[in-house]
């Protein structure tokens, strides 16, 4: 049987990895720019011009990863890491006969003492099947029929 302690920390680590993210385009972003400053336009103009626009291209795509990642950490701030669950909602932690999932945001596997664990958020396909059942609800997702083993 999982704990309270096993679901924070498990809180926890997926926030690290949320704010590496984070800071990890903001590095990108931060080089991006000094790179656009620093770029001087040559004899080529086509060149510079071309150079210009893929600088934006990516400007753009880390502005968006910023933005998306920004949301996801407010909405992952609001969870209650200790809370315990009675039924599948943002904090809850599932056995399913698929192994360990927790509902926060949709990171993939991540893996906790050993332990895999896939984060998921409700907006997911499997998160809107999951969505407010309880222990020994039987679930139908996927053409697949199974139980909700536990919940915390």
Known sequence: MKSTAFKKEI???CHH???DRM???TKNLDRLMDSKQNETKSSAGDKYETGMAMIQNEEDLFKRQ???TSK???HF???DAVKKCDMVEPGALLKLPAGWFYVSAGMGKVMV???AIFCISLQSPIGVALKHKKKN???SFNHQKFTIQEIY
């Open 11 to 13: 809180y926890d680590h």
């Open 113 to 115: 003492d050993g332990e």
């Open 23 to 25: 800071a990890t385009i």
């Open 137 to 139: 609800d039987i679930v």
């Open 72 to 74: 996801i950490i407010e």
């Open 77 to 79: 701030k609001k969870i």
């Open 17 to 19: 990895i949320l704010e």
């Open 66 to 68: 910023l933005a998306d």
